[in-house]
């Protein structure tokens, strides 16, 4: 029986500049970023971890290679743990899109029409990606514990496919940064081990 880890990346530029970057390359990590996916790095190595799985977008890729040379397990680069495509909205102010299009991201889990009008990804394709790079863990690395090293909405796709979880529930669950989202599974079937684990000094943290 093996475990899935599904790890968000660490605090970033835009979580604290409060724009929705998307796919937009040069956003680094921020210095609590670093701080954070040490942090992640160190508890998961009393995980035996046997490989490390990351988006190609900076700030995962980074928060992957500092959890990879902790472990000492190479970072394995893969798009379908790549952010939500976010079209129109790439590199716009949350503030901003909310005043001129409303909530973005009901209607994103809502899976309603203007979201892929638009240009964003939508919710079942992300599901799809995510449940795909999960089969292909399983193949490759039974009985293991692997390391996916992503985005938000990759995080609560996989859950959505374990949780009845409503577009509701879905906007308001907060994945945090550097958090550690752990998913047993056993004869292809899953069940939920841990959720947003990280130092329980970091629960009172403004997200």
């Known amino acids: 029986m093996g475990q899935i880890i599904f790890l968000r990346h660490g605090q970033a530029k ?42 190609p977008i900076q700030r995962a890729k980074h928060t992957a290679e500092i959890v990879g040379k902790h472990n000492s397990v190479d970072v394995i680069v893969d798009d379908r743990l790549i952010e939500l495509d976010m079209g129109k909205f790439t590199g716009m102010d949350y503030d901003e899109i909310f005043s001129s299009h409303g909530n973005v991201f009901m209607k994103f889990y809502n899976g309603e029409l203007e979201i892929a009008h638009n240009g964003v990804e939508t919710f ?57 989202n752990i998913f047993r599974e056993n004869d292809r079937k899953f069940s939920i081990s841990g959720l947003n684990v990280m130092h329980p000094s970091r629960f009172d943290q403004g997200w």
């Open 14 to 55: 835009n979580n604290t500049e409060r724009i929705l970057a998307g796919r937009t390359e040069g956003v680094p990590l921020t210095d609590t970023g670093v701080r954070q996916a040490e942090h992640a790095a160190k508890l998961l190595e009393h995980m035996s971890v046997s490989a490390v799985y990351s988006s």
């Open 124 to 180: 079942s394709q992300v599901k799809s990606r995510i449940l795909s790079i999960v089969d292909h863990v399983l193949e490759k690395h039974p009985d293991e514990n692997v390391v996916l090293v992503t985005h938000m909405d990759p995080i609560k796709a996989m859950l959505s496919t374990i949780v009845d979880l409503s577009p509701t529930n879905l906007f308001e669950l907060i994945i945090a940064n550097a958090s550690l």
